[in-house]
């Protein structure tokens, strides 16, 4: 499978502090869970990839779809890195191509995305025998750009350049990522139907979430491949 560019347009990352026996159970043996002041996060992002095509070609090829996930933070030889709960996306055959060369837990979804201030967003799930998952929210900027300080959980939360997920065959898979440092807002979000958590085994978390938006960045991501190969 090709390395990919592509385009992260509108980013949302809402997240939320958790105890980390919350979250460690659901990682694989290998993932150690990463941690800010003690407290685990997990995090809902919604957003657009645009223009996403093997690395090379131009952008008028690539397909864009709304996607909108739900994630952690690992390490795993020191190494800090994202994992993945859930990954559901507007494009089916991307949702395949996804499963089949890079392992990822990508699921089919009928989505709408009106771009604002405010982004209106929503989500229902459409992968047969997959947990049901709905979304509906406006999100958008509240804030001054910014760019994260090291040390502060915001950059704790974003500034991570590789991520894991675990193959069918239960082996430890990973890919790296590049782009500029993020350029944050402080975010604001209004929440119609939320079964992210639900979908993923977890109960909606007590805690009010850290909400941050980017217009977006440029990215490059690896071809995927077992750790340790």
Do not use: C
């Amino acid at each position: 499978m090709p390395a990919f560019e592509m385009e992260w347009r509108d980013v949302f990352f809402a997240s939320f502090p958790v105890d980390p026996a919350v979250v460690s159970p659901q990682l694989p043996d290998r993932l150690s869970l990463d941690t800010f002041d003690g407290d685990a996060y997990l995090s809902v992002v919604p957003f657009v990839i645009g223009d996403i095509r093997p690395r090379g070609l131009p952008a008028a090829v690539g397909v864009t779809t709304p996607e909108l996930n739900l994630r952690t933070y690992v390490r795993l030889d020191d190494a800090p890195g994202v994992y993945f709960f859930n990954l559901d996306a507007g494009d089916l055959l991307g949702v395949v191509g996804a499963r089949l060369f890079n392992q990822l837990p990508y699921y089919y979804a009928d989505m709408d995305y009106e771009r604002g201030p405010p982004t209106r967003f929503e989500s229902r799930r459409r992968t047969p025998g997959a947990r049901p998952l709905d979304f509906a929210a406006t999100y958008g900027p509240d804030g001054d750009p910014y760019r994260p300080d090291p040390g502060t959980v915001e950059h704790f939360l974003v500034e991570r350049y590789r991520y894991f997920t675990e193959g069918q065959d239960g082996t430890l898979r990973y890919a790296d990522i590049e782009h500029e440092p993020w350029t944050l807002r402080p975010g604001t979000w209004t929440v119609e139907k939320n079964t992210i958590f639900a979908a993923n085994g977890f109960n909606r978390p007590d805690s009010d979430p850290i909400l941050s938006h980017s217009h977006g960045l440029a990215v490059s991501a690896s071809t995927s491949e077992e750790w340790g190969r």
